[in-house]
């Protein structure tokens, strides 16, 4: 029998929101935990992101009078996500799973006072697919005073929006130009934070507001988290996992896990030696997740025997790496960049391939498999002044002087004409004249009839909708035109671990691995090869930690029955 410095009933392996989300129920039962983060921060790649949940039939679309149901939610993700072989974390029973869940994870955390809202409009990423929703299934927190958390504000991971205000408010700031909704918002914001500083106040927003206050509460149920923990090796007994060795005070420290562990470390951006095995193509530089997404606790449960799928998936995120920011956590964007009007996307030969807008997860899909036999990495945006004159570039920060440093450095290509900035991007000067000139005639058209650009609402919700008819699309006629070189970025990686519709880690022949559970991007997808909405990372990530904590705390067998019965 293994000899332990220390005893918890449930041990937890990274400080992402479903880790938290875990811990705060098995201390609403009464339950010890301890969180162990081998980064410097709390939060994991949570606190980076946009800290939205994406919840099907949530409370708050309830309340607000949205449509949805069980049954409409599970018809949309069997035409988005769908059953696949190839695809074990996606099963039809843990998609069921997932969804009588999610509602339930979400009244807990109100129960636990954490403060949650329905973002207003927010549409699913292919809301025109059956069972789509075109208001949307987005749940997050709102804005946060990390001054609230006294010691532990330091602590907490930096998010990427230290301001008092709603993800879909921010998002109004490019439309400063266009619209009196854009400059209310902006000297909303401004008077908030001249407030804030007067008062002491340090607001943060998106997914450091919600880890903030899942720290919080954390702290105040009595959660034992720790920081600078990383866990190098776990603890087997008879084929059991019974805990965990980990660092205190430079030496190995073993902690013993009563009722199970659950490992929510991430996922392997950041380890290119995986990502030239799994994803070939892609790399550790263009990630814009925690430094500590290097996937060694995925390997640790593989080495314990786990099944692995999936691997090859990652949440893209197209963006653009101007001069300087090669080693920046946040790269600009090139989402909002692509989707808007007078902007097209074309691959190493000049040539449209895809609709700029849509899932990230798709489009850099797409990117990667055209790269297969056309050079599309990097891809070019190609727009004109029009574009400029509306919006700037990187959230306005390159609207003059940015702008050009970088055409200066080479790294945005600029001419007077189409023809010569096909040459300036080594690309034939016919083709780019053809591709725009066939793209300014969709416009004159109205429908983008290549691609289909416009036609769902996710596309013109990141569009401009001061700009008519279209929200997106606008044509290329007004020089100068740049050129800005597009690669496949991400917010994490996709596979990992199987496990089943109790978040228990299951070996190569489907048996469970005892006390071994895993949630968020250590694990292969629900969502499969899909991101059906806003927060389907973060989502499972929360779901899949209460469903783990449900279970090793003993009261998971009807979760288990609910998913069985559905299949």
Known sequence: MAEFDETFDFVVVGSGGGSMCSGLFMRSLGKSVVILEKMQYVGGTTARSGGVMWIPNNPFMKRDGIEDSLDKAMTYLDNTVGDHDDTPGATRERRYTYLTQAPRMVDFLIRQGIKLYRQPYWPDYYDDRPGGSEPGRTVTAEYFNANELGEWREKLQPGFMPVPAAM??????????????????????????????????????????????????????????????????????????????????????????????????????????????????????????????????????????????QMEEMVGFQ???????????????????????????????????????????????????????????????????????????????????????????????????????????????????????????????????????????????????????????????KGPFYAVPIVPGDVGTYGGVVTDVNARVLREDGTVIPGLYATGISTASVMGRAYPGAGSSVGPSFVWGFVAATHAAGAGNMVGAEAAAAA
Request: aromatic share 8%.
């Open 168 to 309: 879909t408010d921010a998002m109004n700031i490019r439309y400063l130009k266009q619209s009196w909704l854009g400059r209310k918002w902006f000297l909303k914001m401004a008077g908030r934070m001249v407030m804030a500083k007067l008062r002491g106040q340090n607001w943060v927003s998106a997914g450091a507001a919600l880890q903030g206050r899942m720290l919080q509460a954390s702290l105040k149920a009595g959660v034992d988290i720790r920081i600078n923990s990383g866990v190098s090796e776990l603890i087997e007994e008879n084929g059991a996992i019974t805990g965990v060795v980990t660092v205190k005070d430079g030496k190995p420290w073993r902690i013993g896990a009563k009722l199970g562990v659950l490992i929510n470390a991430g996922g392997f951006s950041h380890n290119q030696r995986m990502r030239d095995k799994y994803q070939p193509g892609t790399q550790a530089k263009w990630s814009m997740v925690p430094t500590g997404d290097t996937g060694e606790m995925i390997e640790e449960m593989t080495r314990h025997g786990a099944a692995i799928a």
């Open 319 to 477: 963006c653009f790496i101007p001069p300087g920011t090669e080693n920046a956590m946040v790269k600009p964007s090139a989402q909002g960049l692509t989707a808007a009007p007078h902007v097209i996307l074309v691959d190493q030969n000049g040539v449209r391939y895809m609709n700029e807008g849509g899932s990230y997860m798709l489009y850099c899909q797409n990117m990667l498999e055209r790269h297969k036999t056309v050079g599309a990495i990097p891809s070019w945006a190609i727009f004109d002044s029009q574009y400029l004159e509306k919006y700037g570039l990187a959230n306005n920060i390159a609207g003059g002087w940015k702008l050009k440093d970088w055409v200066a450095s080479g790294f945005i290509k600029k001419a007077d004409t189409v023809e010569e900035l096909a040459k300036r991007i080594n690309v034939g000067p016919t083709k780019l004249r053809a591709t725009t000139d066939r793209f300014n005639g969709f416009v004159a058209k109205g429908r983008d009839e290549d691609f289909h650009r416009g036609e769902r609402a996710y596309d013109n919700f990141l569009g401009d909708p001061y700009n008519k008819p279209s929200n997106t699309l606008g044509t290329l006629e």
